[in-house]
């Protein structure tokens, strides 16, 4: 079974950075591509930003592109999510997820695999 924990999350202020970290643990061998999706209160899971297997391949929801950037260590088991210059909208909680297929996707009912969420709130 694969199990993700994410880490990192806070209160910043508008303009401020956060780094998020998400460790995969379980059945690693497997290959995963991994992303980050963000629910705020009242509204839907939404797609932040994917990244494939190997790394060589990233996606970004349009909202986030030049400000967050995702990455991933396998040696480590880890994926990471930089995001600079937050502003208030960016205030969800945030999930890293696991999907077998190798490129990722911005949709979640692929994904098998999710963390428990961490906090961001950016304050303006």
């Known amino acids: 079974q694969t199990q993700l924990v994410e880490s990192g999350g806070g209160l910043v202020q508008a303009g401020g950075s956060l780094r998020l970290s998400c460790t995969v643990s379980g059945r690693t061998s497997s290959n995963y591509a991994l992303a980050w999706f963000r629910q705020a209160p009242g509204k839907e899971r939404e797609f932040v930003a994917a990244?494939?297997?190997?790394?060589?391949?990233?996606y970004y929801a349009d909202s986030v592109k030049g400000r967050l950037t995702i990455s991933r260590d396998n040696a480590k088991n880890t994926m990471s999510l930089q995001m600079n210059s937050l502003k208030p909208e960016d205030t969800a909680v945030y999930y890293c997820?696991?999907?077998?297929?190798?490129?990722?996707?911005?949709?979640?009912?692929?994904?098998?695999?999710w963390g428990q969420g961490t906090q961001v709130t950016v304050s303006s």
């Open positions: 990244i494939s297997w190997s790394g060589d391949t990233t």
């Open positions: 997820a696991a999907t077998r297929d190798y490129s990722g996707s911005s949709l979640p009912g692929l994904y098998d695999y």
